[in-house]
């Protein structure tokens, strides 16, 4: 079956100009999670969202970002005015639940370069 | 908050050799534990996860993982490894005081073997 999927694959975008990037998660995955990836870091949780409940925010770095999701289905993220750190790579991943006991299925990513 | 240690950052080996990454974690109680494995050009996939019982992990292509509680570890071991088991290794951990269903990363150890 089809996995997770990201697009763009790639983006470059110029210092203060919007972006926004896509995830649709495996059907039938309550749960979605954002990440980003710093070069020689490890993943950072940026935000959740759990079928229709409130989305936890609490990893998201300052209020240029945002996400949504449509129901149980695609989630985009959006950066307002990008930054030169927030180059990286995006990652999104959905499971089935959100128990915690349940393993996460990954994209490909995003890779962000903001010049 | 939770937080994930892997020692390692990179580690460079050659075949046959034996595999040992090490990952701990910070917070205490009931935990589920998990290792993903990134190859290059692909994405995270699950290698094994710990969620009770056994403390022996057996996951794929011959690893395996022990979960030591009283030493809060959960180090990724294999006998023998090949030129293909090189890649990107994440060690993740939920639960723990506090109970967060969000996965902690840690930053990962990058694994180089030789043929």
Same mark, same amino acid.
């Given at each position: 079956?089809?996995?997770?999927?990201?697009?763009?694959?790639?983006?470059?975008?110029?210092?203060?100009?919007?972006?926004?990037?896509?995830?649709?998660?495996?059907?039938?995955?309550?749960?979605?999670?954002?990440?980003?990836?710093?070069?020689?870091?490890?993943?950072?949780?940026?935000?959740?969202?759990?079928?229709?409940?409130?989305?936890?925010?609490?990893?998201?770095?300052?209020?240029?970002?945002?996400?949504?999701?449509?129901?149980?289905?695609?989630?985009?993220?959006?950066?307002?005015?990008?930054?030169?750190?927030?180059?990286?790579?995006?990652?999104?991943?959905?499971?089935?639940?959100?128990?915690?006991?349940?393993?996460?299925?990954?994209?490909?990513?995003?890779?962000?370069?903001?010049? | 908050?939770?937080?994930?240690?892997?020692?390692?950052?990179?580690?460079?080996? =050659?075949?046959?050799? =034996? /595999?040992?990454?090490?990952?701990?974690?910070?917070?205490?109680?009931?935990?589920? /534990?998990?290792?993903?494995?990134?190859?290059?050009?692909?994405?995270?996939?699950?290698?094994?996860?710990?969620?009770?019982?056994?403390? /022996?992990?057996?996951?794929? !292509?011959?690893?395996?993982?022990?979960?030591? !509680?009283?030493?809060? =570890?959960?180090? /990724?071991?294999?006998? =023998?490894?090949?030129?293909?088991?090189?890649?990107?290794?994440?060690?993740?951990?939920?639960?723990?005081?506090?109970?967060?269903?969000?996965?902690?990363?840690?930053?990962?150890?990058?694994?180089?073997?030789?043929?």
């Amino acid at each position: 079956g089809a996995g997770v999927s990201q697009s763009p694959s790639n983006k470059v975008t110029e210092k203060g100009k919007d972006v926004e990037l896509r995830c649709d998660p495996i059907s039938g995955h309550t749960a979605l999670y954002w990440y980003r990836q710093r070069l020689g870091q490890g993943l950072e949780f940026l935000i959740y969202f759990q079928g229709n409940s409130a989305p936890d925010k609490s990893g998201l770095p300052s209020d240029r970002f945002s996400a949504e999701r449509t129901g149980e289905s695609v989630s985009t993220l959006t950066i307002q005015r990008t930054q030169q750190e927030d180059s990286a790579v995006y990652l999104c991943a959905s499971s089935l639940e959100a128990s915690g006991s349940y393993e996460q299925y990954f994209g490909p990513g995003t890779r962000l370069t903001v010049t | 908050a939770q937080s994930v240690s892997q020692h390692n950052h990179h580690v460079i080996l =050659s075949e046959a050799a =034996s /595999l040992e990454l090490g990952c701990n974690y910070s917070y205490g109680g009931t935990v589920n /534990l998990f290792w993903y494995v990134q190859y290059p050009g692909q994405h995270l996939q699950l290698l094994l996860k710990y969620f009770s019982g056994d403390p /022996l992990v057996k996951g794929i !292509k011959g690893f395996e993982a022990e979960f030591i !509680k009283s030493k809060f =570890s959960f180090n /990724l071991r294999k006998p =023998s490894v090949q030129w293909s088991d090189t890649a990107e290794y994440f060690c993740a951990v939920t639960g723990g005081a506090g109970g967060s269903y969000i996965p902690t990363f840690g930053r990962g150890t990058s694994l180089i073997v030789h043929p």
